[in-house]
């Protein structure tokens, strides 16, 4: 297609560039006009990323031919701010009310809300909806999304001239607990954060994966002369047989068993299997069919019962049988305890592939520096992805730099390599930069996903109402490779009977292969699938004891000074009771409303029918019965910056700023000093990956430790004699080449900077002339074959309440409210708190009722539900702080516990509004609609 | 791969007409909203016609005998067009059509045109009896909605036919018109459909049911009218519990099929509840 000029006003300015008339506006505007602020998150119209203004109105710019943008005026996120770098109104609110966690969404937000008040100043909270309606974010729920917008509304309404927020600056000491914007928002507000795909060196090359159209096969690659020839602009085409270093990866030292390129056989429809190196055009050029790949398919193993079928095929040669590993924890007798029981309840639960549709897809780009490669690239865990690019290569780990670019969304999907070994093998071998981002097909295909399982559990009360026993086997299909498939073999176990205190528990795991695409890590390890079970359960026996079912949770909650199944002692932060007892007069009110609308159902104009549910949860914070440290350095420039060198990835959950928070008091100065060198392999120590939840407590220790060992160092340097920290402790201040401590009885000292020599740090551009370090790792024990011991230092706690109408004809669940109870310990920024609230409780949502991955079919995202801003039910947050005395400050986590119990408060809210209990997730309309005839027939 | 974006009718025909420079035939494209979708990932192949350039297509308005839709009226023109109640239904699905984004660039002609199985146009459409106007070197003609799509992404415009609008017959003379649309889905906004429903109801003076129309979209390959039902309505007094004469007999010729969204099953049953619905809009 001939070049054209498109000439446009963009942002205020005519431009005019020179395309391809179908070019579609969002690689024009990014690729030729350099505006990375508008994302591409799935080039179909179906998640709203790209979205900007045109013409007055909100468009898709990744639908929009070049040639009709001619003539037109656009506005982008980058229009937005007040002057450069400076956010405008609508920026400073989403800023302000922590409405960007990863950011990816938020610019195709703010111009779905600029376009919206432009047109309708007024616009209500529906309108308000209605308007963002077309842009999906997976992190935030939605909530403070449209009270950002709302506040702004209301601001501009009134005629306020700019911001319309107040920011928090909370003075030195007074961080932990405040409200400050995230340190890294004002970037994603803007625009200006760069993403996996918003690095593009000018002489880059692309690399292409070919993929599998075959869930099992064996293929040979035919003579790849011909293609070359045809294709003079390919730079390099990349077979197993051309990895540098070692084809076997995997998270595991046990379970390396994933390829980079297939070798002559492929276990799950899209992994890859050769890759081809060129310009983006020539890549463009070659379709599949060009290649002379010969595949022979073979008898797909779909699911667990192919698996574990006594003739199925083994898919791995070191796993006969096609269990990569069982997980197992036994104490006392639950055959006995169950036949002992005043009652028992049992149920059978299975749930499917969840897709993390993180709106970023992967992306990156590899380049080699001499005898070292670097990668920028879109990650949540560098210092993993450092050691097995390394293998894949060949090299030395010190030989590999990842530099974690901005993270549009993780949810475990990023713990895993996405686009790290085609990029680094390709940069290698040619040594130009290479990029790869990912299609969303693509990622969908070869991303991992949430393990389905299978579930069957029994449980036992006595006739008190105290449970007695408690024995569960799940199975879990963990697809082609191993990626994260321990983990969740090993976490379930643990946390299998809920949060409730057993005599005697027995539960197994099995993580299955299959030829299914990998299932990894997905915010909560397996302990999601486990809840659906547990609290099922917990419902069904309080029924049959005519218990109310939150007095009943309350009655077996685990609490401080109960012993887990496991034989942990809890010695303190076991919040649960206090979690139960802040929703006591919520759930009698919503049910007792419930039952009033209930009352008058079936009367003229009342056809859905309302139901309240609950779910309750505990989850082990960090790694289980591994070391997960984390190493932070603080330290003091030469010219008196104070500088955070924190390896732990914000993926949009708020890491960053906790952890500046947190060391900002530590060390006794204003958060608003201290800079952040965030993730580079080279400039930061391990911090582990940001996962498990692990950040705020392990990570948030490690902060405060190397907070504390600067501070006392500087007060040493200083000479105070009294180098404790506290209200009444010594200040200290920074200013041009000097710090100044004054001491509480007025006696000042100064450091002069310049006199001291440089400190090793990490960094070794960083000029450090004091340097405090501070490690941590959670002390745990190995458990033994019966799964005691210690997995855990701690464990986060929490309930939620569902309030849900159900419309029994069509099968349609409306969530109306969910109130949320967790015990985070010390909530160290409670915005971002209840923004993880928030974001658990909407892929919660999305898990009970509409999210179902099915392979080769659902790989796009109108196929794939996730839930929209008109899903969202009311929140309402109780934080429960039951300090943690091992926690920073108290502090625990919350990323994974807030998803963990609204499936299971939806799936109860669902029973008692119409009498069923759907089973199989996620509770779509036909399935819900068939449980009520089937009951109804029954 | 050619591009041509023409300003004049005449010159869109003309070019359909001679096939296109690779012999493959134009690409038509005025939204693009159907376009780009079908080609995530892929390189451009086609020879496009982009028709968004021509002149006198685009609005809806009162015409002689009726209204008329032009080709390259978006959703959103729909919404903020001065139309009366026949097109509640068809105003209710524009806004059920993807996001805010989806509705200000894809156009009713090309939800017709791209001929799903789930476009939510098509019962609307099949309830307003419209008529597809095609130009082209030939000259023009009208097509009875009903036999322009044929089935999954196959119409009868033949590949030097230009779709230019749609024409929407006015209701009888006297009569009370209401319509409505329900729309089933998944989640609340950018949901393809499971099942959906159009109603039009024409009441006389005498309160008696004149004319209905009553059609079902996403339960068969293309959506169809339920002429049995619609015929079992007429001389009925119009009142909301008249919905009830809608049996599950009237909804057996559906054909819905199994899928992600929903089982064939529940499809069926599904759409008699929302036909009753949509009735019970219209009637009560």
Known sequence: MTAVDIAFEVNGRQTTVHVEPMRRLSDVLRDELGLFGTKVGCEAGDCGACTVRLGGRQVESCLVPAAQANGTTIQTVEGLAARDGVAGDLQAAFLDHGAAQCGICTPGMLMAAETLLAADPNADDAAIRDGIGG????????????????????????????????PVVPVAGAAVGSRIAKVDGLPRVLGTARYGADHRPDDVLAVRAIRSPHARARFEIGDLAPLRSRHPGLVDIITAADVPGQNRYG??????????????????????????????????????SDLPITWEPLPPVRGLDDA?????????????????????????????????????????????????????????????????????????????????????????????????????????????LGVHALIAIAAWRTGRPVQAVWTRPESMAASPKRHPSRIRATAGVDADGRLTAYRFHGDFDTGAYASWGPTVANRVPVHAMGPYGFDAVLATTRAVYTNNPPAGAFRGFGVPQASIAHEALMDDLAAQLQIDALEFRLTN???????????????????????????????????????????????????????????????????????????????????????????????GQGASTVLVQIAADALGVPAGVVELVSGDTDRTADAGKSSASRQTFVSGNAARLAAADLRRQI?????????????????????????????????????????????????????????????????TTPLDADGQGVPYQTYAFGAQLADVEV????????????????????????????????????????????EAYVPGRTENLHDYLIPTVGDMPEIECLLIEDPEPSGPYGAKGVGEPALIPTAPAILGAIHDAVGVRITQLPATPDRVRAAILARAGA | MAFLRPTRLEDAIGALGSGGPSGAGWVVVAGATDHYPARVGRAPVED???????????????????????????????????????????????????????????????NVCNASPAADGMPNLLALDALVELASVRGPRRVPIGEFVTGNRRTVRAADELVTGLFIPAPLDGATVRSAFEKLGSRAYLVISIAMVAAVVEVGADGLIARARVAVGACSEVAQRLTALEADLVGLRAHASTAGVARAAHVAALSPIDDVRGSAAYRRDAALTLVRRALEQVLG
């Open chain 1, 135 to 166: 842009v999906l974010c997976r992190c935030t729920g939605y909530v403070k999304i449209v009270e950002a917008i709302a506040a702004t509304r209301d601001a501009r309404l009134v005629g306020a001239a700019t911001g319309v927020g107040s």
């Open chain 1, 251 to 288: 998270i595991y030292a046990t379970g390396k068993d994933q390829p980079a390129l297939a070798d002559g056989v492929v276990r799950h429809p899209g992994e890859a299997i050769l890759a081809l190196v060129a310009d983006e055009a020539t890549l463009a050029a070659i379709a599949d």
């Open chain 2, 48 to 110: 496009v016609l982009d028709v968004t350039a021509i002149g006198g297509l685009r609005g809806a308005a009162a015409v002689d005998g009726g209204w008329r839709i032009g080709a390259l009226t978006t959703w959103t023109d729909l919404v903020e067009a001065d139309l009366p109640p026949l097109f509640d239904a068809l105003r209710a699905a524009a806004l059920a059509v993807g996001g805010q984004q989806i509705q200000a660039r894809a156009t009713v002609v090309g």
């Open chain 1, 308 to 416: 574990l079928a006594a003739e199925a095929p083994t898919l791995h040669d070191a796993s006969p049988g096609n269990v990569l590993i069982r997980g197992r924890l036994a104490r006392g007798d639950v055959d006995a305890a169950l036949v002992a029981s005043h009652a028992t309840a049992t149920i059978d639960v299975e749930t499917t592939f969840v897709e993390h549709a993180y709106i970023e897809p992967e992306a990156g780009v590899a380049r080699r520096v001499g005898d070292r490669i670097e990668l920028t690239v879109s990650t949540q865990a560098p210092y993993m992805d450092r050691d097995e690019v390394a293998l894949i290569l060949g090299i030395p780990p010190a030989d590999v730099r990842i530099i974690p670019t901005a993270c549009g969304g993780g949810f475990g999907g990023k713990l895993d």
């Open chain 1, 807 to 850: 419309d029994p004809e069509l099968g349609t669940v409306k969530v109306r409210r969910i109130v949320a109870a967790h015990d985070v310990g010390r909530a160290i920024n409670p915005t971002q708190v209840e923004g993880q609230i928030h974001g658990g409780i909407a892929q919660g949502l999305g898990f009970a009722l509409m």
């Open chain 1, 557 to 651: 909650a685990l609490r401080a000074g109960s012993t887990t199944a496991s034989g942990q002692r809890l010695d303190a932060s076991a919040g649960l009771p206090a979690c139960l007892e802040a929703l006591r007069p919520h759930w009698q009110r919503l049910r007792a409303e419930a039952a009033a609308h209930n009352a008058g159902a079936g009367g003229s104009g009342v056809r859905v029918r309302r139901g309240v549910g609950i779910g309750a949860m505990w989850y082990g914070i960090g790694n289980t019965s591994m070391s997960n440290p984390s190493t932070i350095e603080m330290g003091v420039t030469d010219d008196a910056r104070v500088v955070l060198f924190c390896g732990a990835v914000d993926i």
């Open chain 1, 715 to 779: 007060l040493l340097l200083a000479e105070v004699a009294d180098p404790t920290t506290g209200a009444d402790a010594a200040a200290i201040t920074f200013e041009e080449g000097r710090i100044v401590v004054t001491e509480p009885g007025g006696r000042t000292s100064e450091i002069d900077l310049a006199e001291l020599p440089l400190v090793p740090v990490r960094d070794v551009s960083a000029a450090c002339v004091i340097a405090g370090r501070g490690t941590f790792d959670p002390r």
